[in-house]
């Protein structure tokens, strides 16, 4: 994502179509899968609100994307460099936050049914510390990175982890890292915004060596990734594209509930996409807008 939510508090990005397609027509098999519609949250998802709580569980979205996990140089896991997640291969959460299990339980006690925690945004250095340390670690059992995982998914009801480097590109290491999460019972999804050619290599690698690990991609197609088109130049064979839309000035297009149906709405005419996502609930909690969001985006991919 290349909108910096840091300087907005806690902001940001994914999830949205599929493309069994390329540029052509789609086939019968890519419209009979099925889609995520999703909005991306920060703060306002694990700070213990419980108006927000209740509005995520009844949105009418159904996939919650928790944004931005911050990796560090010793693996330490951290929301948005003010929620330490784990530290030294345990979970420590419960020290910041001690509700945030109990309100991700209750989220998915509706509409919600999946839970995808994003690593990365536009700032440097996680992607970059995962590289080091899988470098140096490996991601078998004894590596901080597999201790740090699986106590995350021990501890919350986490169903995806999603990839949003935008610096680093090491395709060695990304792909042994994501195999190491399918192994620890991940889903895993893409969130990129440019450099095409390198996410579809390394979903299909990560893919032919553990097949289904890979089962999305979330498309930016706002603010940096303004003008993707996940008809055209994002395809990802079986995999499907669910692209994103914001209802955030700072990351344009800003679109309203009408306009974002309206762009699914062509997007699944054009290559049969059957989800879609929004940035971010960060700036409509507490709105009727949330269900619009949630609803124009259903209504759009179907």
């Known amino acids: 994502m290349i909108v ?3 300087e907005s508090g806690c902001a940001r990005r994914l999830a949205g179509a599929l493309m069994l397609c390329g540029v052509g027509v789609c086939t019968a098999a890519s419209a009979a899968q099925t889609g995520y519609v999703g909005i991306l ?23 919650l994307i928790v944004w931005s996990v911050e990796v560090n140089s010793t693996g330490d896991l951290n929301l948005n460099g003010e929620f330490p997640l784990t530290s030294a291969g345990a979970y420590i959460g419960n020290k910041t936050y001690p509700h945030f299990p109990k309100d991700l339980a209750t989220i998915k006690a509706g ?22 340390l ?44 994501a195999v190491m999460l399918g192994k620890l019972g991940y889903k895993v999804t893409m969130d990129p915004y440019t450099n095409n050619s390198y996410w579809t290599s390394v979903v299909s690698q990560i893919n032919s060596q553990r097949a289904g690990t890979v089962d999305g991609v979330h498309l930016q197609a706002y603010a940096g990734g303004d003008g ?11 995999v499907p594209v669910f692209p994103g839309v914001s209802d955030q000035s700072s990351a344009p297009p800003d679109l309203t509930p009408a306009q974002a149906q309206a762009q699914m709405l062509s997007w699944h005419k054009q290559c049969g996409i059957t989800g879609g ?25 179907k």
Do not use: M
């Open 4 to 6: 910096d939510a840091r």
């Open 41 to 63: 949250g920060g703060g306002p998802v694990y700070k213990h609100i419980q108006k927000n709580i209740t509005e995520l569980k009844k949105s009418g979205f159904n996939e």
């Open 111 to 132: 509409t919600v049914t999946r839970v995808t925690f994003s690593i990365g945004s536009s700032n440097y250095g996680d992607w970059e510390d995962i590289e080091s």
């Open 134 to 177: 899988v470098d140096s670690q490996g991601t078998g059992p004894d590596s901080i990175l597999y201790k740090d995982f699986a106590a995350l998914k021990a501890a919350l009801p986490v169903d995806a982890i999603d990839f949003d480097d935008e610096n680093g590109y090491d395709s060695a290491s990304t792909i042994k890292f």
């Open 228 to 238: 993707n088109n996940p008809c055209s130049g994002w395809d990802f064979g079986k």
């Open 277 to 301: 996502w929004l940035w971010i609930f960060d700036q409509i909690a507490g709105t009727k807008e949330v269900k619009q969001y949630a609803s124009a985006i259903d209504k759009g991919v």
